[in-house]
């Protein structure tokens, strides 16, 4: 059911981390509470703003796959900041640009 409500489906890790954090219960409780702990997570974190939140900052962040572009929470694109000394380093870990 939780997975109609948040579509954690089309999302790996999401579900991953609510397995993770279910896990420790799996031998202590029946799978219908398991469920039931599953639903309730991700109802929370679908809809409490501070949750999806943390959810989001949480994420890993995605990089291009050249490694050029790096990229921040829902996959925004981070530029560096005029003047910094933050360079890109290519996969033969020469400095690229």
């Known amino acids: 059911m939780f ?3 948040t579509n954690s489906s089309a999302d790996p890790w ?3 981390q609510i397995d993770a954090a279910v896990a420790p219960y799996r031998d202590r409780l ?3 509470e398991i469920a039931w ?3 309730q997570l991700a109802e929370v974190l679908a809809a409490d703003p501070a949750a999806s939140t943390l959810v989001r900052r949480a994420r890993p962040i995605t990089v291009d796959e050249s490694g ?3 990229r921040g929470p829902g ?3 981070i530029q560096a900041p005029a003047g910094s000394n933050v ?3 290519g996969r033969a ?3 690229v640009g």
């Open 3 to 5: 997975l109609a409500m």
């Open 14 to 16: 999401l579900k991953a």
């Open 30 to 32: 029946s799978e219908e």
């Open 37 to 39: 702990m599953r639903e």
């Open 68 to 70: 050029e572009v790096r």
């Open 75 to 77: 996959g925004q694109v």
């Open 87 to 89: 360079v890109s380093i």
């Open 93 to 95: 870990g020469k400095k």
